[in-house]
């Protein structure tokens, strides 16, 4: 029985010590991840994938490095400004940081952390990795927009509503005056609205200092802008340019020969008053390229 009791704790050690040795080479050793599409969504550099798991496009991959979470924060943001990304979401505390975004059809969710005490004999940091395939319905509410479906937008003067596919509003942009959209062109990362503004408030802002006055009938108010910007397909706004006009109300709004070129910029012509009109060129991050003023026109048809 002695003999017995003396084999079971051998075992029990034995067995104690594999499980530790195991988990010990998985941190040290790391484990294969062939299915991660690291070529979408990368690994920082010198870490070991200790975990992954999934099945059927949807995956959790988490890695350890000895760098610090700014380190890798750092990283990522780098490789986000690579205008193929789409963020949707990005937070930042005190030794964490998580990013939500798109690209292409992959949906992805990074989590950065300080190692627990568990992992940090090996690790200084903590990163999980969540990607999947991008839902249906952003697939669908992309493909809309390609062939500029105009029931994704909904322009009401006084508000932009940005809507899904199912008709649900999920974003509005007011603000205490005017708002309008007069195109609306595909993007590779959602769309374009060229349009006109005089809100006083929210991201759309009129940015002009101009004011009208219209004789006789005792009216006055903030001359209209015109705005360029590009959104997500969530309604986020990726970038934006405004442009002061000296027009007073929107039947004024003239936007023209507007072009989706093969360089992904945009070109197109706008009245900023009775006898100017401006020729822009804006590339595919939002900078001006060019910026020509036609004066002296003959007062355009409409």
């Given at each position: 029985?002695?003999?017995?009791k003396?084999?079971?704790l051998?075992l029990?050690?034995?067995?104690?010590?594999?499980?530790?040795?195991?988990?010990?080479n998985?941190?040290?050793?790391?484990?294969?991840?062939?299915?991660?599409?690291?070529?979408?969504?990368?690994?920082?550099?010198?870490?070991?994938?200790?975990?992954?798991?999934?099945?059927?496009?949807?995956?959790?991959?988490?890695?350890?490095?000895?760098?610090?979470?700014?380190?890798?924060?750092?990283f990522?943001?780098?490789e986000?400004?690579d205008?193929?990304?789409?963020?949707?979401?990005?937070?930042?505390?005190?030794?964490e940081?998580?990013?939500?975004g798109i690209?292409?059809?992959?949906e992805?969710?990074?989590?950065?952390?300080?190692?627990?005490?568990?992992?940090?004999?090996?690790?200084?940091?903590?990163?999980?990795?969540?990607?999947?395939?991008?839902?249906?319905?952003?697939?669908?509410?992309?493909?809309?927009?390609?062939?500029?479906?105009?029931?994704?937008?909904?322009?009401?003067?006084?508000?932009?509503?940005?809507?899904?596919?199912?008709?649900?509003i999920i974003?509005?942009?007011?603000?205490?005056?005017?708002?309008s959209?007069?195109?609306?062109?595909?993007?590779?990362?959602?769309?374009?609205i060229?349009?006109?503004?005089?809100?006083?408030?929210?991201?759309?802002?009129?940015?002009?200092?101009?004011s009208y006055?219209?004789e006789?009938?005792d009216?006055?108010g903030?001359?209209?802008?015109v705005?360029?910007a590009e959104?997500?397909?969530?309604g986020?706004?990726?970038?934006?340019?405004?442009?002061?006009?000296?027009?007073?109300?929107?039947s004024?709004?003239?936007?023209t020969?507007?072009?989706?070129?093969?360089?992904k910029?945009?070109?197109?012509?706008m009245?900023?008053?009775?006898?100017?009109?401006?020729?822009?060129?804006?590339?595919?991050?939002?900078?001006?390229v060019?910026?020509?003023?036609?004066?002296?026109l003959?007062r355009?048809?409409?």
């Open positions: 029985m002695k003999h017995h003396t084999l079971i051998t029990v050690l034995i067995i104690t010590a594999t499980l530790i040795t195991s988990c010990s998985v941190y040290k050793k790391g484990v294969d991840y062939d299915d991660f599409p690291d070529k979408d969504v990368p690994i920082y550099d010198d870490a070991i994938v200790f975990s992954f798991v999934g099945e059927d496009d949807e995956y959790e991959l988490e890695y350890g490095s000895e760098d610090d979470v700014d380190d890798i924060m750092e990522y943001r780098k986000f400004e205008k193929d990304y789409t963020i949707t979401d990005e937070k930042e505390v005190k030794d940081y998580s990013v939500e690209i292409g059809d992959i992805f969710e990074i989590e950065v952390e300080e190692a627990s005490r568990k992992e940090a004999e090996y690790y200084d940091t903590i990163v999980t990795i969540t990607v999947k395939a991008v839902a249906e319905s952003k697939v669908e509410a992309d493909s809309k927009l390609s062939t500029l479906n105009q029931e994704w937008l909904t322009n009401e003067n006084e508000y932009l509503l940005l809507k899904d596919v199912n008709h649900n974003k509005s942009f007011e603000g205490n005056g005017q708002i959209a007069h195109a609306i062109l595909p993007s590779s990362n959602g769309f374009i060229i349009g006109g503004t005089s809100l006083e408030s929210g991201p759309l802002k009129r940015v002009g200092t101009e006055t219209i006789g009938y009216l006055t903030p001359c209209l802008d705005f360029i959104f997500n397909i969530n986020d706004i990726l970038w934006k340019n405004i442009f002061p006009t000296k027009l007073d109300d929107y004024q709004i003239f936007i020969n507007i072009t989706n070129n093969d360089d910029s945009y070109t197109f012509e009245l900023i008053s009775e006898d100017e009109l401006l020729n822009i060129t804006i590339n595919e991050h939002g900078e001006v060019s910026n020509d003023t036609i004066k002296n003959q355009l048809q409409r």
